[in-house]
């Protein structure tokens, strides 16, 4: 009889404990670790992305900028006006 009431409160303690850790306990909502993350994750992509903006600007300027800073193509160590 002793080993049937152990094991019935065990069972029942262990039952609890799942009930309440897929409840969250505190009611819902997003503790102080998961807004730390989800910043830490903002600053990750802004860092990332700022970099690759100021690429694709490069790469737009040299392509469709002015003319000044472009050498002439040379063929074979002639130029193409000869």
């Given at each position: 009889?002793?080993?049937?009431?152990?094991i019935?409160?065990l069972?029942a303690?262990?039952?609890?404990?799942?009930?309440?850790?897929?409840?969250g306990?505190?009611?819902g909502g997003?503790?102080?670790?998961?807004?730390?993350f989800?910043g830490?994750?903002?600053?990750?992509i802004?860092?990332?992305?700022?970099?690759?903006?100021?690429m694709f600007?490069?790469?737009?300027m040299?392509?469709?900028?002015?003319?000044?800073n472009?050498?002439r193509?040379?063929?074979?160590?002639?130029?193409?006006?000869?």
């Amino acid at each position: 009889m002793k080993n049937t009431l152990r094991i019935i409160t065990l069972i029942a303690i262990l039952h609890a404990s799942f009930a309440l850790a897929a409840d969250g306990g505190s009611g819902g909502g997003i503790s102080l670790i998961g807004w730390i993350f989800i910043g830490f994750m903002a600053v990750v992509i802004t860092f990332q992305f700022m970099p690759s903006l100021m690429m694709f600007g490069g790469m737009m300027m040299s392509i469709f900028g002015k003319e000044k800073n472009r050498k002439r193509v040379v063929n074979n160590g002639k130029s193409g006006n000869s």
